[in-house]
């Protein structure tokens, strides 16, 4: 089991890495995850395994133990009426001819940006649109990329989006569901910290930034913030998790509703 000296060294070394704010009481979460790589090493103690992190000995294995410190669950058209609203946003686009560029700024393991997809998809043209997803973890980006999840994800997906855009696992697959390939081709996934200055990546209309500020302290939400910020272009929406507030983070942006915030 893991020590409390060994779990404040995970909590620090999860903050230097990612930005991130592990709350205590999540001993249990951080042996859980990294047992396995401790028996793949053959290493005594969590503290042995840290060291090998720190002596960048095996430099890949910091990707992943941020990997496994970092992955969280989500579902398709979490939160609706974001996606009401992007529906409406897409609309606008499409009666004045203008493309759309949708940003999911924290993807996991890709629902948010096919979900994303798929209502940008059925309102606008092919040549209209794009969507990218960024996270820190490789491991959900290569689960993202195969647009490969169990049917239970899809419960508040509509029924037509589901039928359209989705193929249902017959067989071994059964319980399971497959993104459509034009849709998944559409979607470009990108390995990114936003806890880092970030790469050329040109303006967006909208950026979500949804149920990952949690994790952060108010300073590096500060920081993350205004470094997506200033991909969004004057007019764009900034759209965050309804159990999160931007007080005291930034207050150049105009406030909504609740977790919908607009660019001047």
């Known amino acids: 089991m893991i020590t409390d000296r060994e779990f404040m060294q995970f909590q620090r070394f999860i903050f230097d890495a990612a930005g991130i704010t592990m709350s205590d009481g999540k001993q249990a979460l951080v042996s859980g995850r990294l047992a396995k790589r401790l028996a793949h090493y053959q290493l005594d103690s969590y503290g042995d395994y840290l060291k090998l992190l720190e002596s960048r000995e095996e430099p890949a294995e910091l990707q992943v133990a941020v990997d496994l410190l970092t992955t969280n669950e989500t579902y398709f058209f979490r939160e609706p009426k974001h996606f009401a609203l992007l529906r409406e946003l897409a609309q606008e686009a499409a009666d004045k001819h203008r493309p759309m560029r949708v940003w999911s700024a924290a993807s996991s393991s890709g629902e948010e940006p096919y979900s994303i997809a798929m209502v ?34 899809a419960s508040q997906m509509p029924p037509h989006y589901l039928k359209r855009y989705c193929l249902k696992g017959q067989g071994s697959e059964a319980g399971t569901m497959l993104i459509e390939r034009s849709l998944r081709q559409r979607v470009q996934f ?22 990952v500020m949690i994790y952060f302290s108010l ?29 005291d983070i930034n207050d150049s942006l105009i406030a909504l509703a609740p977790s919908i915030y607009r660019k001047p």
């Open 190 to 211: 990108q390995h990114l910290n936003l806890n880092a200055p970030l790469p050329r990546m040109g303006s967006f209309d909208v950026i979500f930034l949804r149920n």
């Open 219 to 247: 300073e590096t939400k500060r920081q993350v913030v205004a470094r997506l910020l200033a991909q969004l272009r004057p007019g764009g929406y900034f759209l965050i998790g309804h159990s999160e507030t931007l007080n």
């Open 120 to 153: 940008l998809a059925d309102v606008l043209d092919d040549t209209q649109w794009e969507v990218l997803g960024t996270d820190i973890s490789t491991r959900v980006l290569q689960r993202a990329r195969s647009g490969h999840y169990p049917m239970e994800r």
